[in-house]
């Protein structure tokens, strides 16, 4: 769902646009015909909503920014325009105008990026000034790229190719290109960091194979197949915040979690058995067969399955800790958020304990304010040109303040 939905598509209908957990997945946004939600993520049992934002309709990009009050917005009304906004205050931090359509913005505490079709743009969160522009890079029509969410490692990932699965890492910090992965035969179709930036993982158009990557080395350190029968549209990827586990969700019914470890060959004695003579057999086959056969006999499969009651919706998985223990939560654009228990030890089939529906009832903050629209100076192409970016007015307020612990509590990771 970090694609959009097509202004017709059913999503739309149903007035949920686009869903998004935000760096430690303690909250949820949601996107609307009527504008946004931000809902809390922490309890099983109930989906408290945060807030509900009614200033822009029909949006279809929201962000927040960790459990602080700055979140980021984009409508199709002005999809050229991006709004920062601190929602508990009722002001209006800055926004920007493109060049072009906004498809994705991605931010940690030290970045936060914009992505177009064919350019990147890097700002400073602390003070929204823009540092780094990329132009001319690949055609990416869905906006694809993913920014670590750990801002001591802050690399930014997007594809390196149109028409085959390269991937540039590029180092958000420095500012400076950091390597090329060869990651898949055909164009991308996700990315995303693990919490400490030190993984990448990726998948192509045609879903079959997930792999990992070291990071900022770019060596392969993991592949998972997640079927061989179809090609499938994976819409997310997700690791748990201690990287051992990867989850990944498709419009299909199959959402598949993989298990992040290296397997160690069993002693002889241990396992004298059919299966493991046949094991070695294979590994020894595979040195002497085409790269491409031996890679499949190398792909680890789901470790944990969930088989939700739908098809063909997008929607967006992530892994969690809430109360506790571990928990797969998906965002569907049916409106809902499912949460399911996950067993660390033995894996299978996870069980679904709540369904949400994300609607907004009783919001904490829905009468402190309502965000004036700043419609002066502004036309469709904002007076830009290619690689300029204009902000529309000064800071409400002066730069973003994240040291306040209150307003922006530091990382944990």
């Not at 999809?79 to 009722?90: A, L, Q, T």
């Not at 019914?253 to 046949?278: C, D, G, M, N, R």
């Not at 223990?325 to 949460?339: E, F, K, Q, T």
């Amino acid at each position: 769902m970090e694609s959009q939905d097509a202004p017709d598509g059913p999503a739309v209908q149903r007035g949920f646009i686009c869903a998004s957990f935000n760096q430690d997945t303690t909250s949820l946004s949601v996107g609307t015909k009527t504008g946004y939600r931000l809902f809390s993520v922490t309890a099983v049992d109930k989906l408290d909503c945060i807030h509900e934002g009614v200033e822009c309709p029909d949006v279809y990009i929201v962000e927040r920014l960790f459990s602080s009050s700055l979140v980021v917005v984009v409508s199709l009304s002005m999809p050229r325009r991006m709004n920062v906004y601190h929602f508990k205050k009722g002001t209006e931090i800055c926004n920007y105008s493109y060049s072009n359509n906004i498809l994705s913005v991605r931010l940690n505490r030290q970045r936060l990026v914009v992505c177009l079709e064919e350019s990147v743009y890097i700002h400073n969160i602390k003070d929204m000034k823009l540092l780094k522009t990329l132009l001319n890079t690949p055609t990416n029509p869905s906006g694809l790229c993913a920014l670590s969410v750990n801002h001591s490692n802050s690399y930014l990932a997007y594809p390196g190719n149109a028409t085959i699965g390269e991937i540039t890492i590029y180092d958000a910090n420095n500012l400076s290109t950091v390597t090329l992965i060869q990651a898949h035969d055909s164009p991308l179709a996700a990315l995303t960091f693990s919490a400490s930036g030190t993984k990448l993982a990726s998948a192509s158009e045609k879903g079959t194979v997930i792999r990992v990557f070291s990071i900022p080395e770019g060596q392969r350190v993991f592949e998972f197949r997640r079927g061989m029968k179809r090609y499938v549209s994976i819409s997310s990827l997700s690791f748990s915040a201690d990287a051992q586990f990867l989850c990944s969700s498709s419009n299909t019914e199959t959402v598949h979690i993989f298990k992040l470890e290296q397997q160690s060959p069993s002693p002889e004695e241990e396992s004298p058995t059919w299966s493991a003579y046949v094991g070695k057999m294979f590994t020894a086959a595979s040195t002497y067969l085409p790269a491409q056969v031996s890679d499949m006999m190398h792909q680890d499969r789901a470790f944990a399955t969930v088989r939700l009651n739908m098809f063909g919706l997008k929607n967006i998985c992530a892994l969690a800790t809430i109360q506790k223990l571990p928990r797969l939560l998906v965002a569907s654009s049916d409106g809902y958020l499912y949460i399911y228990n996950v067993d660390p030890q033995d894996g299978g089939e996870c069980v679904l304990v709540q369904k949400h529906r994300c609607v907004c009832i009783k919001c904490q903050y829905k009468d402190v304010f309502s965000f004036p629209l700043i419609l002066s100076g502004y036309s469709e192409d904002g007076g830009t040109q290619k690689g300029d970016v204009i902000p529309e007015h000064e800071f409400a307020e002066g730069p973003v303040c994240l040291d306040d612990e209150n307003e922006f509590p530091p990382s944990s990771r």
